[in-house]
């Protein structure tokens, strides 16, 4: 009986439909991993440059932060539903573009990444809508359950998907890896099917800037969703340590590439561990307590790992900070998805995307500054410490997120 309240809540799986829902999006989570590996490979091969393959990541996240919150606004005015397979099909539809591409060659190197970035734009409407779907399928109670379950899912793809991903292009080539993810929508399409005509409850959207604005406004009056998307902009902007790695893998281990692929493994190990074991914080009554004390755990470790001189117990302290990261993370959406009025779901999902994907390329920026200008262990103490002590700002100057309460699941 303890066992099973500390374990991963599987009970959103006994809803059909979310049920198919998840299936969907774990096996497109996969062939979104491998795309990318195929798009990697292929513009190295194509070019040799790093400033290319850095290229890719430009192309994939523009889209989400140029028209993530238009696509949020379209999103609270239309039947989520539909706009969720429109978004499937014109993904789907890039990757056959791509698919033809890889198999018959000759497009110039641009036009591979102008492919990618068309898909970032529709990826950057599908998300939004997707985001919108769980308060509706689940009851109040199974939310955070449901955001962990996604949440394993998509850390399964994190872990599986590239080397899949690398195994299909040296056996098949890139045209097949991303005929593949072309595969991989269909059993989206599958899962996306079974879901209800979804319009969006109350007053919709106003067209255009204007409803952009009145969800701009919406989080500057709303100081729950507001504390908890500065929180997770504090920990990714202040403490995101992926760009140090590599100094640190040659400071700790001599530079060993066998031991450089260990510190993002840690990372997601601890935040495996941490959504198999999800069972001990989607089950509280008080989710912005757990999201803020997960905050707090990813500083302090981030601050542990740069003060740590024995390299295996530094690996252990990012370890820690996955899974106080994972805890955060599902706690977080819970709470803005409980806190949102369903009218206004699709903005605040698509500014929760562009915070999820821009605070960590930016906290990455910030930590390579620092380590440049004085050290890596300074650059990641002082953000560590600056997150912790940010976090606690928040949570200080924000009651609503230590008061909210939900019913706890039975």
Same mark, same amino acid.
């Given at each position: 009986?303890?066992?099973?309240?500390?374990?991963?809540?599987?009970?959103?799986?006994?809803?059909?439909?979310?049920?198919?829902?998840?299936?969907?999006?774990?096996?497109?989570?996969?062939? $979104?991993?491998?795309?990318?590996?195929?798009?990697?490979?292929?513009?190295?091969?194509?070019?040799?440059?790093?400033?290319?393959?850095?290229?890719?990541?430009?192309?994939?996240?523009?889209?989400?932060?140029?028209? &993530?919150?238009?696509?949020?606004?379209?999103?609270?005015?239309?039947?989520?539903?539909?706009?969720?397979?429109?978004?499937?099909?014109?993904?789907?539809?890039?990757?056959?573009?791509?698919?033809?591409?890889?198999?018959?060659?000759?497009?110039?190197?641009?036009?591979?990444?102008?492919?990618? !970035?068309?898909?970032?734009?529709?990826?950057?409407?599908?998300?939004?809508?997707?985001?919108?779907?769980?308060?509706?399928?689940?009851?109040?109670?199974?939310?955070?359950?449901?955001?962990?379950?996604?949440?394993?899912?998509?850390?399964?793809?994190?872990?599986?998907?590239?080397?899949?991903?690398?195994?299909?292009?040296?056996?098949?080539?890139?045209?097949?890896?991303?005929?593949?993810? =072309?595969?991989?929508?269909?059993?989206?399409?599958? &899962?996306?099917?079974?879901?209800?005509?979804?319009?969006?409850?109350?007053?919709?959207?106003?067209?255009?800037?204007?409803?952009?604005?009145?969800?701009?406004?919406?989080?500057?009056?709303?100081?729950?969703?507001?504390?908890?998307?500065?929180?997770?902009?504090? %920990?990714?902007?202040?403490?995101?340590?992926?760009?140090?790695?590599?100094?640190?893998?040659?400071?700790?281990?001599?530079?060993?590439?066998?031991?450089?692929?260990?510190?993002?493994?840690?990372?997601?190990?601890?935040? =495996?561990? @941490?959504?198999?074991?999800?069972?001990?914080?989607?089950?509280? %009554?008080?989710?912005?307590?757990?999201?803020?004390?997960?905050?707090?755990?990813?500083?302090?470790?981030?601050?542990?790992?740069?003060?740590?001189?024995?390299?295996?117990?530094?690996?252990?302290?990012?370890?820690?900070?996955?899974?106080?990261?994972?805890?955060?993370?599902?706690?977080?959406? @819970?709470?803005?998805?409980?806190?949102?009025?369903?009218?206004?779901?699709?903005?605040?999902?698509?500014?929760?995307?562009?915070? &999820?994907? !821009?605070?960590?390329? =930016?906290?990455?920026?910030?930590?390579?500054?620092?380590?440049? !200008?004085? $050290? &890596?262990?300074?650059?990641?103490?002082?953000?560590?410490?600056?997150?912790?002590?940010?976090? @606690?700002?928040?949570?200080?100057?924000?009651?609503?997120?230590?008061?909210?309460?939900?019913?706890?699941?039975?």
């Amino acid at each position: 009986m303890v066992l099973g309240r500390v374990l991963l809540d599987v009970a959103p799986l006994r809803v059909a439909v979310f049920r198919r829902l998840f299936v969907g999006r774990v096996f497109s989570g996969f062939g $979104s991993q491998m795309t990318l590996v195929a798009v990697l490979f292929q513009v190295w091969s194509m070019t040799g440059s790093t400033v290319w393959t850095g290229a890719v990541g430009l192309a994939m996240a523009l889209p989400l932060v140029l028209f &993530g919150l238009f696509a949020g606004s379209l999103v609270d005015r239309v039947d989520r539903r539909g706009f969720y397979l429109v978004t499937l099909v014109g993904q789907a539809g890039c990757g056959v573009l791509l698919a033809v591409q890889g198999f018959v060659g000759g497009l110039p190197v641009g036009w591979v990444l102008v492919l990618v !970035a068309l898909q970032g734009c529709f990826s950057a409407g599908g998300g939004p809508a997707s985001r919108t779907f769980i308060p509706r399928l689940l009851p109040r109670e199974h939310i955070a359950a449901g955001l962990a379950l996604e949440r394993i899912g998509f850390q399964g793809a994190m872990l599986v998907g590239p080397a899949l991903g690398g195994v299909l292009v040296g056996w098949i080539g890139v045209g097949g890896c991303y005929l593949v993810d =072309v595969v991989t929508f269909g059993v989206a399409f599958y &899962g996306a099917f079974g879901l209800p005509v979804m319009l969006p409850e109350g007053e919709p959207s106003r067209p255009g800037v204007r409803g952009v604005v009145d969800g701009l406004a919406f989080l500057v009056r709303e100081p729950v969703v507001r504390g908890a998307l500065l929180t997770d902009l504090a %920990a990714m902007v202040l403490s995101m340590p992926i760009s140090l790695f590599p100094l640190v893998n040659a400071e700790r281990f001599g530079g060993d590439p066998r031991t450089f692929g260990l510190f993002l493994t840690a990372v997601a190990v601890g935040g =495996v561990v @941490a959504s198999v074991f999800s069972g001990t914080f989607t089950r509280l %009554a008080r989710p912005g307590v757990v999201m803020l004390v997960g905050a707090l755990g990813w500083g302090a470790s981030v601050a542990l790992f740069g003060l740590s001189t024995n390299p295996w117990v530094g690996l252990g302290f990012l370890v820690l900070a996955g899974a106080a990261d994972t805890a955060s993370v599902v706690s977080r959406g @819970a709470l803005v998805q409980l806190r949102t009025p369903d009218s206004m779901l699709g903005r605040v999902a698509a500014a929760e995307q562009i915070v &999820g994907r !821009a605070g960590p390329d =930016v906290g990455n920026v910030r930590a390579g500054l620092v380590a440049g !200008a004085t $050290s &890596g262990a300074v650059s990641l103490v002082s953000g560590g410490v600056l997150c912790v002590v940010a976090v @606690a700002v928040v949570g200080a100057v924000t009651p609503g997120l230590r008061r909210v309460r939900v019913q706890a699941p039975v």
